[in-house]
């Protein structure tokens, strides 16, 4: 079992930044993808960024260039640097953790608003 806990969320007016945290315990495989999503409601979750054990990382489009995901092995945490922020990065990002094997686990959600 893997529990998953996000901080960082809250109120940024745009073009300001935010680091969001998403710490991992329990269980955890080494071999691993721990990633970044959000949902706005009546819209499907999307991938924001994901990064691998390895240090690999994908980005969605909209992101490029303004977020920076990032990893600590050593505290089994993930992070969310995010820059230059628009009022439609506004949603709920969650956090999640894909081993090589067993099933995905998910954060509870942190809301991102960004607004004058």
């Known amino acids: 079992q893997v529990q998953l806990v996000e901080s960082g969320g809250g109120l940024v007016q745009p073009g300001g930044s935010l680091r969001l945290s998403c710490v991992a315990s329990?269980?955890?495989?080494?071999?691993?993808?721990m990633g970044w999503y959000r949902q706005v409601p009546g819209n499907q979750r999307e991938l924001v960024a994901r990064v691998t054990t390895g240090g690999s990382t994908n980005y969605a489009d909209a992101v490029k260039g303004r977020f920076t995901i990032s990893r600590d092995n050593t505290k089994n945490t993930v992070y969310l640097q995010m820059s230059s922020l628009k009022p439609e990065d506004t949603a709920v990002y969650y956090c999640n953790l894909v081993p090589r094997f067993g099933r995905i686990y998910w954060g509870q959600g942190t809301q991102v608003t960004v607004s004058s």
């Open positions: 329990g269980s955890i495989l080494s071999d691993n993808a």
